[in-house]
C-alpha cells in the first residue's frame, strides 16, 4: 500500500466547475506539499502546509492532520487548470503520491 | 525566482549506451535531487546531494551513478542503459536539508531502444 493515495486518479470537469482533489497518508509528516505538473513534464510548488488552510486565487489547500488528509479544491476551474495534481509529504524524505490527472474543458 | 535546469527534454539512446543527463540550479542551494517518473508508481528518488562530492542513494539506485562536482550541478550517468531505464526523468534542487519546499526542472524524457 502507498504511503501517500491520491483520489480521484483522473477527473474531468466542465469549465466553471468546483473540482475537489484528496490525498490520505498514512506516515507522520512535518509537511504536506502540493504541485502541479503541466504536460511536457515541469512541476512547480503550489502548496506547502502544515495545518489549517491556504489559499491563492483560486486555489485552496486544507489538511486535517488528525485525519491525515488533505484536500486541493479549485473554484470556478479553467482549461488552463488541466494538469496533474500531486501530492507530497515531508517524512524522513519526500514521498508522492502518483498523482490526479485533471482535464477541464470549455 | 530559482531556475532549474536540465541539458535535454528528449533523449533517445541504445541500449548499452551511457548516459548522462546534467542539471543546473543558479539558487546556490545545498541540496539537490534525481527522481525517476513513471505513470502509476509516482515520483521515485534515485539519489540526492546534500553537498559537493557528496552523495546518498534513494529508493532506486540500481543501475545509475551520480557525479556532484561543483554546487550548482549535479549529473546523474545510466553506465549501461537499459531499456526499462525509459523514464522521464527530473531533477530538483531544495534549500533547507529537511525536504521541504524542492524546485523542479523541466525533466528530460529518456528513451532507451
Known amino acids: 500500500k502507498n504511503e501517500v493515495e491520491q483520489s480521484p486518479q483522473n477527473l474531468t470537469a466542465q469549465e466553471g466547475e468546483f473540482i475537489t482533489i484528496n490525498c490520505s497518508y498514512s506516515?507522520?509528516?512535518?509537511?504536506l506539499h502540493w504541485l502541479q505538473q503541466h504536460p511536457g513534464g515541469g512541476i512547480v510548488s503550489l502548496f506547502m502546509?502544515?495545518?489549517g488552510k491556504k489559499k491563492h486565487g483560486r486555489l485552496i489547500a486544507t489538511i486535517n492532520i488528525q485525519e491525515k488528509h488533505s484536500s486541493l479544491h479549485i473554484t470556478a476551474s479553467h482549461p488552463r487548470d488541466s494538469a496533474v495534481y500531486i501530492c507530497?509529504?515531508?517524512?524522513?524524505?519526500?514521498?508522492f503520491g502518483t498523482g490526479t490527472r485533471l482535464q477541464v474543458f470549455p | 525566482d530559482v531556475k532549474v535546469t536540465q541539458s535535454s527534454r528528449y533523449l533517445v539512446k541504445r541500449t548499452g549506451e551511457k548516459v548522462f543527463l546534467e542539471c543546473v540550479q543558479d539558487?546556490?542551494?545545498?541540496?539537490m535531487f534525481w527522481y525517476r517518473q513513471d505513470p502509476g508508481l509516482g515520483l521515485r528518488l534515485i539519489y540526492f546531494?546534500?553537498?559537493?562530492?557528496?552523495?546518498e542513494k534513494g529508493d532506486i539506485p540500481e543501475g545509475y551513478s551520480v557525479s556532484r562536482e561543483k554546487k550548482e550541478r549535479f549529473s546523474l550517468i545510466l553506465e549501461s542503459a537499459s531499456t526499462n531505464q525509459t523514464s522521464m526523468y527530473l531533477c530538483?534542487?531544495?534549500?533547507?536539508?529537511?525536504?521541504?519546499?524542492?524546485?523542479f526542472g523541466p525533466g528530460t524524457r529518456l528513451t532507451v531502444t
Open positions: 530538483a534542487s531544495s534549500l533547507s536539508a529537511g525536504h521541504y519546499e524542492q524546485y
Open positions: 506516515v507522520g509528516i512535518s509537511a
Open positions: 502546509l502544515s495545518s
Open positions: 507530497a509529504v515531508t517524512a524522513d524524505k519526500l514521498i
Open positions: 539558487m546556490d542551494h545545498e541540496n
Open positions: 546531494s546534500y553537498d559537493v562530492k557528496m552523495k
